[in-house]
């Protein structure tokens, strides 16, 4: 019946090494692996060691063209499937995943330098329990009756929009693409995914073992560089709907080439995370709150890393040597071995760039750089692309360190005297995804709540994304939402109305 892909093993695959070769080299297009049609490949590095421990497909327009027809062709089937039953094939995806969680954790930890214990693991149950979400909202695909006329009857109905593209970036490929398939497909679409060059492997062996449970064709992974593989994706026109997440900048790209075909985007874009630290808060849970909250153990490259700190004075710095304090006892080293709590930066790219800000900081006259933890001794890493996590003061608001988005592991805390003075601030940047008040004073935390320009505001927490819960920026931060049943029906269906006049 069904082509299965040629899936490497049934089993888990805990050799991560093993397995990033056997991902090497292939889209995977109708239910099969296939190689790229220019034959081109290029190097996935171990950001720890500087190895390259596999090779990618180079996909072009040609490889696109190829993923969309097929999918195309796919959908219209998948589509025609109850809803509930669409929603059940991916709940034993959500299974199946789980099964192979351990694997999957070690071959991401092993492509983006993320350490095991303290990030790649929890990615790798998120997305289980993304498919797990989703899976169970086949039912909920619900139009609405709409009073008009006597003797006329007038519905809403719910129905897929065809082919998406989903362009995804590398700090956690699995969950930003979980986010994006799990509801697509129970929404009865196909998908065809664009991965990111810096991290290819993990996400393409998440779409073979679903594959091994959906029909072919409609979640569909290529491999490739912006703009010779993602730019084609968001112009072919048998794709119906784009979903990107990634920087400003290729946000504008996408969103443009969207816009010349008339079709639907939803972006998810940066961050520049304020936290506001009250002098009554439970000082020890928000200064580990604060760790948390600014993703050292993703080394900060997390688009809702609070990496805009304000404190209110009285507490300003016993806070900064607390939280420097708890930082130093963090283990940076190598991301397989379970006593890490901090990896590597993604690429040598990214880590220039992270450099280039923390010498930028070090530069500003009366501003203080603190580095902490320390770097990992094992003459093994010597290569490895490591920074140790840095917690900056005294900056002028206009820093570009407090302006734009770093995405690495470096903070900057302020003190602040007035709620108006420090919401101006926190209000302050083009960002407007996420943002965390810590007090315990409901009424001052309620009331930032809503003036807050963010997508996401949480008091005296700051967890990442879940699911079930709306996601989405609102300013630079993006457009459009994810997560939820709501993003799920208003950014990967359309409404049709249908009226039956029985006079
Ligand atoms: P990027 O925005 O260039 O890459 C994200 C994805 O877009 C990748 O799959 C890439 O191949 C694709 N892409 C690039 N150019 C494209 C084009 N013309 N058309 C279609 N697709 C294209 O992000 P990059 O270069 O990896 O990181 C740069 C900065 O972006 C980071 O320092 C960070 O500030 C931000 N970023 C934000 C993320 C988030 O979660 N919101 C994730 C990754 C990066
Ligand atoms: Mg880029």
Not at 93 to 114: D, M, P
Not at 433 to 454: C, D, F, I, P, Q
Not at 473 to 487: D, I, N, Y
Request: aromatic share 6%; glycine share 8%; with cysteine.
């Amino acid at each position: 019946m069904l082509d299965r892909p040629q899936s490497t093993a049934e089993a888990p695959i805990l050799d991560e090494r093993r397995l990033a070769q056997a991902m090497s080299g292939h889209h995977l297009i109708g239910g099969r692996f296939v190689p790229p049609k220019s034959g081109k490949t290029f190097a996935v590095v171990n950001p720890a060691t500087g190895e390259e421990i596999g090779r990618a497909a180079e996909g072009d327009a040609a490889d696109v063209d190829a993923a969309v027809q097929v999918a195309d062709a796919a959908q219209k089937e998948w589509a025609k499937m109850a809803s509930r039953k669409r929603g059940a094939l991916v709940s034993q995806c959500a299974a199946l995943l789980r099964e192979h969680v351990e694997e999957l954790a070690r071959l991401i930890a092993l492509e983006t330098g993320k350490a095991l214990r303290t990030e790649s693991r929890v990615e790798a149950n998120t997305i289980a329990d993304i498919f797990e979400f989703f899976g169970g909202l086949g039912g909920e695909l619900k139009g609405e009756t709409v009073p008009f006329a006597p003797n006329v009857l007038s519905v809403t109905i719910r129905e897929p929009l065809g082919v998406v593209g989903a362009i995804i970036p590398w700090n956690v490929p699995m969950l930003l693409m979980a986010l994006k398939v799990a509801p697509a497909l129970v929404a009865g679409n196909a998908v065809v995914v664009k991965s990111a060059e810096e991290a290819p492997l993990t996400v393409l062996r998440v779409c073979e073992l679903v594959n091994r449970i959906l029909p072919p064709g409609i979640y569909n992974m290529l491999s490739g560089f912006g703009p010779e593989c993602g730019a084609p994706l968001v112009a072919h026109p048998k794709v119906r709907k784009v979903t990107f997440t990634g920087s400003v900048e290729v946000g504008r790209i996408v969103s443009k080439a969207a816009a010349e075909k008339l079709i639907p985007v939803t972006l998810e874009l940066g961050g520049k995370s304020p936290m506001l630290v009250f002098a009554d808060c439970d000082f020890e849970k928000t200064v580990a709150g604060a760790l948390t909250s600014m993703r050292f153990t993703r080394q900060g490259q997390s688009c809702t890393a609070a990496s805009r700190i304000y404190v209110e004075r009285p507490i300003f710095q016993r806070f900064v040597d607390a939280m420097a304090e708890r930082v130093d006892a963090m283990v940076m080293g190598d991301p397989l071995d379970e006593k890490t709590d901090i990896g590597t930066i993604i690429s040598k790219e990214q880590f220039g760039k992270v450099q280039k800000y923390i010498d930028q900081g070090k530069a500003t006259a009366g501003a203080d750089g603190r580095a902490c933890s320390a770097m990992p001794s094992d003459p093994a890493l010597k290569k490895g692309l490591f920074i140790r996590p840095h917690i900056f003061t005294n900056l002028p608001d206009d820093s570009p360190l407090v302006q734009e988005e770093i995405f690495g592991p470096v903070t900057c805390i302020f003190p602040f005297d007035e709620v108006e003075e420090v919401l101006a601030k926190a209000n302050g940047t083009e960002y407007g995804l996420a943002a965390s008040v810590w007090t315990n004073n409901l009424k001052v935390g309620m009331e930032l709540a809503h003036r807050l320009e963010a997508g996401l505001v949480q008091l005296n927490q700051n967890l990442v994304v879940q699911a079930n819960l709306s996601y989405g920026g609102v300013k630079s931060s993006g457009l459009g939402k994810e997560a939820s049943l709501e993003a799920m029906l208003e950014h990967f269906m359309h409404k049709k109305t249908i009226m039956v006049n029985y006079a």
